[in-house]
C-alpha cells in the first residue's frame, strides 16, 4: 500500500508510547520497588511541577476529569437548590458534575467562532439562585476569560473552568484553569496531556478549596480514620503520575507540534468550503482537536471514512437537547448557535508526530 492510499487514523497513540516506553517502565519499576502506589511521592512531585506550570498555587492530583469537576462543586460549597451557568456544546461530564452535586445545570449558547460560552448570554440566564459560571476552554481554545471573571466578580458568583480539553492554552498570558476559583482537568489518554489511564487534576491559588479539596479526595479524611464529612475516593496513581511527570517536561513542544499541523490544515483548506478553527485574540490554543465547520459535514464524514481517514463529530447533539435533561424544558431553536454547530462540525486527526503528508493528503481530498 503506497502513501497515497494508507489509512490516516485520528490518534496514533501507539507511536507516542513506543517513545517514551523505557523512561515509563523504569519509573514503574520504582514505584514497584518503592510500595507507593497511590499518591505519594511521584504524585506529590507532578502537583508541583503542574502548579508551578499553570501559576497556581496549588495542584491537587484526583482520579479523572469528570470527579475534578465534582470536587471543585463541592469544595464550594455548590449544591441542591443552586444554579450553575454552562455550555451545552461540551462533552456530557461538565453537566453531569453539577447533576451529581444536587445543582442545576442552566446552558446557555456559544460564540460561532471560538465554540465557547457566549459572555453576552449569561446576565440574561442568571437567577437569585445562580451561584456560579462554569466555562469550557472547548478544543484548547481559551473562553473570554475577561468577561466571565468580571461578571463572576460584579455579581459575587463563582468560576469553575473546565480545561479538559486546553492543558497548556493561554488567556492574557496566563495558563487557563488559573483564571477562576478552580481550574479542572483531564488526563485521558486522548488529551493534551494525558496519561495512560484515567486521571484528573484541579487547579486552585486558594489556600482554603486546596485543605477542603485534599480531604475531599480521600473520603473525607482529616487524618488516618478519621473523617470530617463525606467525601470521595478519587486518588491519582503514581504509575500514571509518573507518566504525566515525563510528558509534560516536553508538552510546550508536544503543544507546538499541534499549532504546526493546524496551521497547516488552515492554510490548505483556506480555499475550500471549510470554515478553520479561529486563533484567540488574547492568547494561545491547545488545539486538543482541529474542528472544522462544513455545509455538507455528512457528506464530507462519509468521503474521509471512504479513505479510511481518522475524524471525530464532536458534537451531535446539543446537551440541553439531551433526554437526560428533557425534565430542564429547552426545545429546539432555543440555543439557535450551538444546534447549527452541532450539524457541521467535524474534528481531523490532530497529534504529534502526524505528517505533513499526511495532512496534505487528507486536505486533496477535501
Not at 492530583?61 to 461540551?90: H, K, Q, W
Not at 499541523?261 to 482541529?290: E, M
Request: hydrophobic letters at 40%; charged letters at 20%.
Amino acid at each position: 500500500m503506497n502513501s497515497a492510499s494508507k489509512p490516516i487514523p485520528y490518534l496514533r497513540l501507539q507511536q507516542e508510547y513506543t517513545e517514551l516506553r523505557d523512561e515509563w517502565l523504569a519509573h514503574i519499576d520504582a514505584a514497584g520497588a518503592s510500595g507507593a502506589f497511590i499518591l505519594g511521592p511521584e504524585v506529590s512531585a507532578f502537583e508541583q511541577e503542574a502548579a508551578d506550570y499553570l501559576g497556581a498555587r496549588h495542584a491537587i492530583a484526583v482520579a479523572n476529569g469528570t470527579e475534578a469537576l465534582v470536587l471543585s462543586l463541592r469544595a464550594l460549597d455548590i449544591g441542591p437548590g443552586d444554579e450553575v451557568i454552562t455550555t451545552p456544546f461540551t462533552f456530557y461530564a461538565t453537566a453531569e458534575a453539577i447533576s451529581l452535586v444536587g445543582a442545576t445545570p442552566v446552558f446557555i449558547d456559544i460564540r460561532e467562532d471560538s465554540f465557547n460560552l457566549d459572555p453576552e448570554c449569561i446576565e440574561a440566564a442568571m437567577t437569585p439562585a445562580t451561584r456560579a459560571i462554569l466555562p469550557v476552554h472547548i478544543f484548547g481554545h481559551p473562553a473570554d476569560m475577561d468577561a466571565i471573571t468580571a461578571l463572576a466578580e460584579h455579581h459575587g458568583l463563582k468560576v469553575i473552568e473546565d480545561a479538559a480539553q486546553a492543558f497548556g492554552a493561554e488567556h492574557a498570558g496566563c495558563k487557563v484553569g488559573s483564571l477562576g476559583d478552580c481550574g479542572c482537568f483531564s488526563f485521558y489518554p486522548t488529551k493534551v496531556l494525558g496519561c495512560y489511564g484515567d486521571g484528573g487534576l484541579i487547579a486552585t491559588s486558594n489556600d482554603t478549596t486546596h485543605e477542603r479539596l485534599l480531604r475531599l479526595r480521600n473520603h473525607g479524611a482529616t487524618a488516618p480514620f478519621i473523617h470530617a464529612e463525606v467525601g470521595y475516593n478519587s486518588r491519582l496513581d503514581a504509575i500514571q503520575a509518573a507518566l504525566l511527570r515525563i510528558k509534560l517536561r516536553d508538552l510546550d513542544a508536544a503543544i507546538a507540534s499541534r499549532q504546526h499541523i493546524a496551521n497547516r490544515y488552515t492554510k490548505r483548506l483556506s480555499t475550500t468550503d471549510c470554515v478553520c478553527p479561529s486563533l484567540p485574540a488574547n492568547g494561545q490554543h491547545a488545539f486538543n482537536l482541529y474542528t472544522i465547520r462544513h455545509p455538507r459535514r455528512d457528506a464530507l464524514r462519509e468521503m474521509l471514512n471512504s479513505h479510511q481517514i481518522g475524524n471525530s463529530q464532536c458534537y451531535p447533539q446539543g446537551l440541553h437537547l439531551q433526554a437526560v435533561h428533557a425534565a430542564l424544558g429547552y426545545r429546539p431553536g432555543s440555543l439557535p448557535i450551538v444546534e447549527q454547530l452541532c450539524h457541521e462540525t467535524l474534528s481531523l486527526p490532530i497529534f504529534p508526530g502526524l505528517r505533513d503528508d499526511e495532512i496534505d493528503r487528507l486536505c486533496e481530498l477535501i
